[in-house]
């Protein structure tokens, strides 16, 4: 169960639709191509990034991943409870992982492109 799910949080997460679109590369070199742009070069690349503890951690996915999550709960004290269940459901899951238990994955999209 994820931590939206659980009774404490999961009516403010009704009706909740994912902030992100992620368009795949494809898409980006067409709408490139749409708004004038050429010799476009369009790739994904994956990353990695290790954090040097959890302070560190949870100040980065406080700030970056679940800032439209963190959003719709109504204070402060809701709020630190939802990152603090995220944190703990992280480290659980994580502590079998044989890489560093503070780091996170990510897909970065490149462009480069001219414009005409």
């Known amino acids: 169960m ?3 799910e659980l009774n404490e949080f999961k009516e403010y ?3 909740f639709n994912q902030p992100w679109y992620f368009p795949k590369p494809y898409e980006t070199t067409k709408l490139l191509r749409k708004i004038g ?3 476009n070069k369009v790739h994904l ?7 040097t503890n959890p302070k560190v951690y949870s100040r980065f996915v406080k700030t970056v991943i679940m800032k439209p999550f963190l959003e ?5 004290k ?6 603090d269940s995220f944190l703990y459901e992280f480290e659980k899951k994580g502590a079998n ?6 780091s996170l994955d990510y897909v970065r999209l490149n462009i480069i492109a001219d414009k005409r």
Not at 72 to 76: H, I, K, M, N, S
């Open 78 to 83: 809701l709020r630190k409870r939802y990152l």
């Open 97 to 102: 992982r044989s890489q560093n238990l503070w």
């Open 45 to 51: 690349h994956n990353a990695h990034v290790t954090m």
């Open 72 to 76: 719709r709960l109504p204070d402060d």
């Open 2 to 4: 994820g931590v939206m």
């Open 13 to 15: 997460f009704a009706n």
């Open 37 to 39: 742009y050429i010799n």
